[in-house]
């Protein structure tokens, strides 16, 4: 065999063991149906893919970087099977839409945009998510947001599908009334007014007023 046969031979089992590899760990995080599709996504574009612990300012990452031929995405692994494969396909938009649009469009302009559409559309059907989810998810992809946490509605929807905690006393901020005090990472805060997508709260201890996202999970004091 010469070398150059050798590199291919090489490279196809590398590709074949990683595409096992991302089948197998995406199995125990995406709706079965939505398996085969999420790896033949990876097949078209190869990246490296990681699941991170929960982060609370994001679901999903991809950076692009110029210094590297291989990208890579990270997804929270807490994410409901629904919820990872909305994020998945997100994040992988990003990586198709910089390949076919160049390095210099915006991170979630047009061109990202239809790229999520374009992916998103094999999938918007109850073979892959609930019929309760399809309603929220058809609206949000008519022109998708930079995060699906934006979207009240989709969230609220796709929170039913979470696993179900052991204190079944968290709740989200939207649907508190103002005056209603609430824990939120140990603190205790009063609901204000809301303004778009977050909410005017203030810190009982120190007085501080904050805005706190409407989707943010809290704990209602009785």
């Known amino acids: 065999m010469?070398?150059?046969?050798?590199?291919?031979?090489f490279f196809v089992l590398f590709f074949m063991s990683s595409s096992e590899q991302l089948k197998q760990i995406l199995a125990q995080k995406l709706p079965t149906s939505a398996v085969n599709y999420a790896v033949e996504l990876w097949e078209k574009e190869p990246f490296s893919f990681k699941?991170?612990?929960?982060?609370?300012?994001?679901?999903?990452?991809?950076?692009?970087?110029?210094?590297?031929?291989?990208?890579?995405?990270?997804?929270?692994?807490?994410l409901n099977p629904f919820q990872f494969l909305l994020t998945y396909i997100h994040e992988v938009a990003h990586l198709h839409?910089?390949?076919?649009?160049?390095?210099?469009?915006a991170p979630h302009g047009n061109q990202w945009k239809s790229t999520f559409q374009q992916l998103m559309t094999p999938i918007l059907s109850n073979t892959f998510f609930p019929i309760d989810l399809l309603i929220p998810l058809r609206k949000h992809m008519k022109n998708p947001k930079a995060s699906?946490?934006?979207?009240?509605?989709?969230?609220?929807?796709?929170?039913?599908?979470?696993?179900?905690?052991?204190n079944q006393d968290i709740i989200f901020l939207s649907d508190l009334k103002p005056g209603n005090r609430f824990l939120l990472s140990g603190r205790e805060f009063e609901k204000g007014?809301?303004?778009?997508?977050?909410?005017?709260?203030?810190?009982?201890?120190?007085?501080?007023k904050y805005l706190i996202a409407q989707l943010a999970k809290v704990k209602l004091i009785a």
Do not use: W
Request: proline letters at 1%; glycine letters at 4%; aromatic letters at 8%.
């Open 51 to 78: 699941t991170t612990a929960t982060r609370k300012s994001k679901l999903g990452d991809f950076r692009y970087r110029r210094d590297r031929q291989i990208q890579t995405i990270t997804i929270n692994a807490d």
């Open 2 to 9: 010469s070398p150059a046969h050798a590199g291919l031979f």
């Open 97 to 105: 839409a910089f390949v076919k649009f160049g390095i210099d469009i």
């Open 193 to 208: 007014e809301t303004r778009r997508t977050r909410v005017l709260c203030h810190e009982v201890k120190s007085g501080k």
């Open 148 to 166: 699906s946490s934006a979207d009240l509605f989709l969230m609220k929807e796709m929170s039913k599908y979470d696993e179900k905690s052991l």
